[in-house]
């Protein structure tokens, strides 16, 4: 497999994952509770555990 293939299956799996996200959403109750933020490319990420 070459280059251009694998990324071009990278891309569609990001694709695919940023359209029908799995496991979102907060628990509840919410035991555990973290935030985190990635400055060099701007993610943020909220985690929630039960």
């Known amino acids: 497999m070459n280059s251009t293939n694998l990324r071009d299956l990278y891309q569609q799996v990001i694709l ?4 029908k996200p799995k496991h979102k959403g907060k ?4 035991d ?3 935030k985190g933020h990635n400055p060099s490319c701007g ?3 909220e985690l929630t555990l039960q």
């Open 16 to 19: 695919e994952h940023y359209k």
């Open 32 to 34: 555990r509770y973290q």
């Open 27 to 30: 628990t509840d109750p919410i």
């Open 43 to 45: 993610d943020t990420i």
